[in-house]
């Protein structure tokens, strides 16, 4: 199937990405909507092109003026899907798509609000 997929891309022409990227946004279900934030739970899914997708999609129907920041889960169980988040919420966030400054935060690496410690593997 998905190299039939693969197949019919290349005829029409469309952008090859990595394997595995541009399906895994698919995975991808917007939970929550409050204002100009979205809550994203992508299950399993850790790959930063494809959070940055589905933060982008999330986004696209309610940014006003380019403001929008999508909270992304990939763990289903530990997702927010009303605000306020609680502390085990906001812990658990893989990934914060800001739309403004279109910018992936990948928040074991980069943080993603004050406080959050970096995962770095050190004690």
């Known amino acids: ?61 309610i940014n006003v003026r380019g403001v929008c920041n999508a909270w992304i889960w990939n763990k289903a169980d530990r997702a927010a899907r009303a605000l306020p988040m609680t502390d085990r919420q906001l812990g658990a966030v893989t990934a914060l798509w800001v739309n403004k400054q279109n910018t992936l935060k990948v928040c074991a690496r980069d943080g993603c609000y004050g406080g959050q410690t970096r995962k770095t593997g050190k004690k």
Do not use: H, S
């Not at 946004?25 to 409050?34: L, R, S």
């Not at 934030?37 to 999609?57: F, K, S, T």
């Open 1 to 61: 199937m998905i190299r039939k997929v693969l197949v019919l891309a290349a005829l029409i022409g469309a952008p090859l990405l990595m394997p595995g990227a541009a399906w895994a946004a698919e995975k991808c279900d917007t939970v929550g909507v409050y204002g100009a934030i979205a809550l994203v739970v992508c299950p399993q899914v850790n790959d930063p092109p494809a959070l940055e997708r589905a933060g982008r999609e999330a986004c696209a129907p």
